[in-house]
Every structure is written in structure tokens, then in C-alpha cells.
Nanobody, 117 residues
């Protein structure tokens, strides 16, 4: 059973940077498009970024385009999200999972990102 464990969140000032990691167990990580999602209090979970199996194609929500970079290391079964120029509205719990809803696994605990001065 594949599981995802997110890490790297924390408290950062506006304009700061963080790098999130998502460690995946199991052997299927490299064959699926992966994604980062986030959920702020009282809001729906939203898609932040996606990356294809080889990393050749990435997509971003308009709100993070130009500030966030998604990447993956298939040899390490790890997904990353480099976040720069963070804004208070980026505060949320960040999760990783497969992009295709039909094959998504149970959501992990996520990692909390708080952007505040």
C-alpha cells in the first residue's frame, strides 16, 4: 500500500522560502503523474502543481506560477515543492498525492506552512 509522507513545512515571513518534500513508499511512484495540493482553514483542498512521470511537464495554479517549482527524484521516490516569495495567502496544509483522482491514495497528515510576520 503506497503511502505519502510530507515534510518541510514551517513558519516563514512573507517573501521567504521553503522546500517541501514528499516521500512515497512502494514501487509505483515513478509511473504516475504526481501533484501537490493545499488546504487552508475553511477552504476546499486545491491543486497547486503537477509533474509528469519523467518530470518533463509541469503545471501550476495561477496563484503560485512563477514562485513555486515542483520536481521529483524517482530514484528516491520523492516529490519536492520549492516555494519562494511566499505570501500570507500561501498558508495552508500541503499534501502530495497522485494527480489522477481515481488512483489517489489516502491523504497523509500533510505539512503545515504558515506565512506570517
Amino acid at each position: 500500500q503506497v503511502q505519502f509522507v510530507e515534510s518541510g513545512g514551517g513558519l516563514v515571513q512573507p517573501g521567504g522560502s521553503l522546500r517541501l518534500s514528499c516521500a512515497a513508499s512502494g514501487s509505483t511512484f515513478s509511473i504516475y503523474t504526481m501533484a501537490w495540493y493545499r488546504q487552508a482553514p475553511g477552504k476546499e483542498r486545491e491543486l497547486v502543481a503537477t509533474i509528469t512521470t519523467s518530470g518533463g511537464t509541469t503545471t501550476y495554479a495561477d496563484s503560485v506560477k512563477g514562485r513555486f517549482t515542483i520536481s521529483r527524484d524517482n530514484a528516491k521516490n520523492t516529490l519536492y515543492l520549492q516555494m519562494t516569495n511566499l505570501k500570507p495567502e500561501d498558508s495552508a496544509v500541503y499534501y502530495c498525492n497522485y494527480r489522477v483522482v481515481a488512483i489517489q491514495r489516502s491523504w497523509g497528515q500533510g505539512t503545515q506552512v504558515t506565512v506570517s510576520s
